[in-house]
């Protein structure tokens, strides 16, 4: 580990990074904390985000170092709500929300990341969404 992941560690435990996990568009949107965490990981090069699951647990990753022949994310700033998110369709958020029990439709908010390097690449690790996180919404 170097510093920056050591660093990027220690921001994970005592900054909260969250995100907003809606499974009616399949978009995760990022707090302030985890966007400037992105950014030290070199995201003003390239812009690709990678999503998968890692045992119970889900993540996504800024850069790969190896080239996957996978669908990337891409971030967007919306300036209207000043809002950073991306919409993540590999695993969509509906295979979270599916995977947790959670009904369709359901929007899990303050969803706690927590920084972890696996194998060599600087992931951000999705912890599974409490009761008191989600709420559905039902669109007729």
């Known amino acids: 580990m170097n510093i920056l992941d050591i660093r990027l560690f220690l921001r994970s ?3 909260p990074m969250r995100v907003t996990l809606d499974s009616n568009d399949n978009s ?6 985890l966007y400037k965490a992105m950014l030290q990981c070199d995201i003003k090069r ?9 045992g119970d647990r889900y993540a996504f990753t800024i850069n790969p170092k190896y080239v996957v022949d996978a669908p ?25 929300m599916n995977y947790w029990c959670r009904p369709y439709g359901t929007i899990a ?12 690449n600087r992931c951000f690790v999705i912890c599974p969404p409490t ?5 559905t919404i039902n669109r007729q």
């Open 72 to 96: 990337f994310a891409q971030l967007q700033k919306n300036p209207e709500y000043r809002t950073v998110g991306f919409e993540l369709l590999s695993p969509s958020v509906n295979s979270m």
């Open 131 to 135: 009761n008191t996180q989600c709420r």
């Open 13 to 15: 435990i005592f900054l």
């Open 28 to 33: 995760v949107t990022i707090n302030k904390s």
């Open 46 to 54: 390239h812009n690709r985000i990678l999503g998968f699951r890692v």
């Open 109 to 120: 908010r303050n969803v706690r990341v927590m920084y972890k390097v696996i194998g060599g």
